[in-house]
């Protein structure tokens, strides 16, 4: 079965091959066996910890194939950021200039560096690795954070935010970054999204512009991809966009890519979610069921045919198979929704 779960030490090879496949662009996963290995601790101190509000804890999932023991893909959790270091974005507003005397109205789209979303809960790090893209495991791996949220909601911001991959080609070629860099900077989009992933944010505030920068006054190609996502995260944002996550203006400042946001209690997955207990025994539905053990260390997440939601009963049936998957017994509680 695919299960997922938090990620361990012994998670590392398969950590650094995932970082390896995502490519440039993918700030959260930088291909550095140092960064990498404090992702894991700092995601082992976060599930052990006792809260009752968001502080700076990081919570990585991987989604494993428990018939192969093969790692598939990522999912995390950031439970507070701007907090550890500024978490900057462009805001795309508008600016009028107007004169009556000269009979003279010009609207203009401005870009302003901002840190409006510190203390927000952000999604990151999904990437399913390309030879298991297919059924339904790319949906799953993006919901099932949900269900860890619903049922630690007071670990998490009321404001939940997801950054997505702006546009770039194979190189790691940005057409913002590379005006920015032409005005601003001397280093390549790569090596930015490197230092970025590694923690090192310094020099955003030493060398980005302060004032608003005029869009127009980009090139076309940087205007071009201001709010558009990479063609390979178009997936993951429709994904966000069922689950009623919008766009409000704010991108990257490196690549540009849209961050989209919504209400935790407003997000699909979180709001339709059902909590009940479980029944072993035979079963088979025409439904696919995403399926957690309510846990916290011991977190477990799958998505099976073999249950059956009984709504008079408030009853999930489930397979002793799925049950040993999520490490639960019958008369145990767990939340789910249809996948």
């Known amino acids: 079965m695919k299960v997922l779960r938090p990620i361990t030490t012994a998670d590392f090879a398969a950590l650094r091959l995932i970082a390896e ?3 440039p662009g993918f700030t959260s996963l930088p291909v550095d066996d140092a960064k990498l290995n404090s992702k894991i601790r700092r995601s082992e101190e976060s599930f052990l910890k006792t809260l009752d509000m968001p502080k ?3 919570y990585l999932f991987v989604l494993e194939d428990t018939e ?8 995390a959790i950031e439970a507070a950021v701007g907090y550890d270091a500024p978490l900057y974005h462009y805001h795309k507003s508008k600016s009028v200039h107007h004169s009556k005397a000269l009979n003279v109205y010009n609207t203009v789209e401005v870009l ?3 840190n409006d979303y510190t203390g927000a809960t952000e999604i990151c790090t999904l990437f399913l690795r390309p030879d298991f ?5 790319g949906r799953f791996l993006s919901r099932s954070r949900f269900l860890f949220m619903a049922d630690h909601q007071d670990r998490f911001s009321d404001t939940v935010i997801a950054e997505m991959r702006g546009v770039n080609d194979e190189d790691g070629h940005s057409p913002f970054w590379e005006w920015l860099q032409s005005h601003f900077f001397s280093i390549d989009f790569p090596v930015a999204d490197h230092l970025v992933g590694l923690g090192n944010k310094v020099f955003i505030s030493e060398l980005m512009p302060k004032h608003p920068i005029y869009v127009n006054l980009l090139s ?9 996502v990479h063609e390979k995260t ?6 966000l966009e069922k689950e009623g996550f919008e766009h409000r203006g704010y991108v990257d400042l490196f690549d540009a890519g849209p961050t989209v946001e919504c209400r935790m209690n407003n997000i699909r997955s979180i709001r339709d979610s059902i909590e009940c207990s479980v029944r072993i025994s035979s079963v088979k539905s025409e439904k696919t069921f995403a399926i957690s053990n309510k846990g916290l260390i011991d977190f477990r997440a799958t998505y099976t045919e073999q249950a059956q939601y009984h709504v008079e009963e408030n009853e999930l049936i489930i397979t002793q198979e799925v ?13 789910f929704f249809e996948l």
Do not use: F, H, W, Y
């Open 56 to 58: 700076d804890e990081g």
């Open 21 to 23: 496949e995502s490519g």
């Open 112 to 114: 302003t560096m901002c």
């Open 68 to 75: 192969t023991n093969t790692i598939l893909g990522t999912t």
């Open 133 to 137: 893209r297919r059924g339904l495991a």
């Open 234 to 239: 178009k997936p993951a944002l429709r994904l």
């Open 220 to 228: 076309e190609e940087a205007q071009g991809v201001i709010g558009q």
């Open 323 to 335: 049950a040993d998957a999520l490490n639960i017994a019958s008369g145990e509680k767990v939340r």
